[in-house]
């Protein structure tokens, strides 16, 4: 296990560079990281500046608007290069917005008291971390096309385990954390993971260290395949003539592979340097070919459901983190151990869909899981009318099966939205739009969580009073049972591999 382990990691340093290796994990582990920080927010909004359940949801929606956006930074990044470099620029620049605000509300008092600059921190920080997200997937990509097929799935991997690791490290820390320290002390100590990306950004190299060489030694190889042949023709020669043929067509094979590898080469050299010199021409093409490819019903009408599947369902979850620390007097290192929970069941949801899932029907896997998620706003609304004492449960086990229930069943919805999502982008503009399918992901979650302050707000729901807090959710059940009447936007054929 050890050894296989270990040929792994030498075969990806081989093709990729330990530094590029080093920065997608970290880059990814810090994104897990966020519960450690983010819990900590949602107590300064309650605890410290007062905010009702409602000024906390909407807040929370404008802070990661910058998600939604996420098209812009690949685009810019594509086709706007500094210093003729595309992309470690705009993680160095990326790591600076997401290190600043830490730093600033953890010293300033004064400012972190404010809700508006509060929020204006927080709005720059989510735009620092998705900008690094959206370039580090763009470096995947190109490193994964350049590399070859058979790396296709390893930094995929790398990612998204690193982003568990993270989380799971990030919750338990955080619920300590916050249970020990001032709320000051923890944004400090947040700050120091951003600073250590912008370093270590300054240490990577635009392409990937193995890819690279490949092109190095192509060239090498041919100077030398070159030289053999060259003697093996000569007139001296005394090796007989049907070894020198196939020494002839050894070489010419070699030949054709480096002139192919080489002229790829000069061919993303060139096309560098066209988008150097004329980068906003490349922007408005880019901003064409993305409109034109998205126009098509293929790629439209499920991105339509998806967007439909999110932005109808109100988000109150700022409203039931209220409940569970007011009401029920749940702990933060309680509430960090839940989200522990959740990541291993969003890893167990994951191979459970890959396991029995993947080859059913793409529209009956999207109606269990909305069934799914209806099920659990209904032991929610159990939990607030607290009908589950009478059976001698504890609320402690109520949030806990509720927390692992449902980080689970959104991976039933998730997974599918991730493959169809890649196997829909047409050629040449992948990333972005790519990027364009996760921003209308984070889009409609934005709308749902705009949809759920607003319902809070209507309902008359606060810090001290909760007496309606039951009917929003009954509401929310209506709104998750809603998109399963669109499922028709989703192609028939269509299976949890999309093929």
Wanted: hydrophobic letters at 50%; proline letters at 4%.
């Amino acid at each position: 296990m050890a050894a296989g382990s270990s040929w792994w990691a030498g075969r990806m340093a081989a093709a990729f560079g330990a530094p590029f290796l080093w920065i997608v994990c970290l880059i990814y582990f810090i994104q897990g990281f966020r519960s450690f920080v983010w819990t900590a927010v949602s107590y300064q909004m309650k605890d410290m500046m007062k905010l009702s359940p409602s000024a906390s949801q909407f807040l929370m929606s404008v802070a990661f608007f910058p998600w939604s956006i996420k098209p812009i930074y690949g685009i810019v990044s594509d086709c706007i290069p500094i210093k003729q470099r595309k992309r470690v620029p705009y993680l160095i620049i990326s790591s600076g917005l997401s290190l600043f605000p830490w730093l600033v509300i953890g010293m300033s008092e004064h400012l972190r008291s404010s809700s508006n600059f509060f929020t204006l921190m927080l709005v720059v920080q989510n735009l620092g971390s998705a900008m690094a997200d959206v370039v580090i997937d763009a470096m995947i990509a190109e490193a994964v096309r350049s590399a070859g097929s058979e790396f296709a799935g390893d930094l995929q991997s790398l990612s998204w385990s690193s982003m568990a690791v993270g989380g799971i490290f990030g919750s338990l820390l955080g619920g300590y954390a916050l249970s020990n320290l001032p709320l000051y002390t923890v944004y400090i100590i947040f700050s120091a993971l951003p600073l250590f990306q912008l370093v270590s950004c300054i240490f990577v190299e635009e392409s990937p260290k193995g890819i690279k060489n490949m092109v190095d030694n192509a060239a090498h190889d041919h100077a030398n395949d070159h030289n053999i042949d060259s003697t093996c023709a000569g007139e001296g020669s005394s090796e007989p003539l049907k070894y020198v043929g196939t020494r002839r067509r050894k070489g010419a094979h070699k030949k054709r592979k480096r002139r192919s590898l080489s002229k790829r080469s000069e061919a993303l050299e060139k096309h560098d340097k066209s988008i150097n010199a004329r980068p906003y021409l490349s922007l408005k093409s880019a901003f064409f070919s993305l409109c034109t490819a998205f126009k098509q019903p293929a790629i439209l009408r499920p991105m339509a459901w998806f967007f439909i599947s999110n932005a109808a369902i109100p988000n109150i979850s700022t409203v039931m983190f209220y409940y569970q620390t007011e009401v029920l007097h749940l702990e933060a290192s309680f509430l960090g151990t839940a989200r522990v929970i959740g990541w291993f069941s969003l890893m167990l949801g994951t191979y459970i869909y890959n396991r029995y899932l993947k080859h059913k029907k793409l529209r009956n896997i999207l109606m269990f899981a909305h069934v799914g998620l209806a099920i659990i706003t209904v032991l929610d609304i159990l939990l607030v009318s607290g009908l589950h004492i009478q059976y001698g449960i504890a609320d402690k086990y109520m949030v806990l099966w509720g927390s692992a229930l449902a980080d689970a069943i959104n991976q039933f919805k998730m997974m599918p939205f991730l493959i169809l999502s890649g196997q829909l982008c047409p050629p040449g503009i992948e990333g972005t739009l790519f990027a364009l399918f996760m921003s209308i992901n984070n889009l409609s979650s934005t709308l749902g969580s705009f949809l759920g302050a607003a319902l809070t707000s209507a309902l008359n729901i606060s810090s001290v009073q909760f007496d309606n807090l039951a009917l929003s959710l009954a509401v929310q059940l209506i709104g998750t049972l809603l998109p399963i009447g669109f499922l028709f936007l989703i192609p028939r054929e269509v299976t949890g591999l999309t093929s």
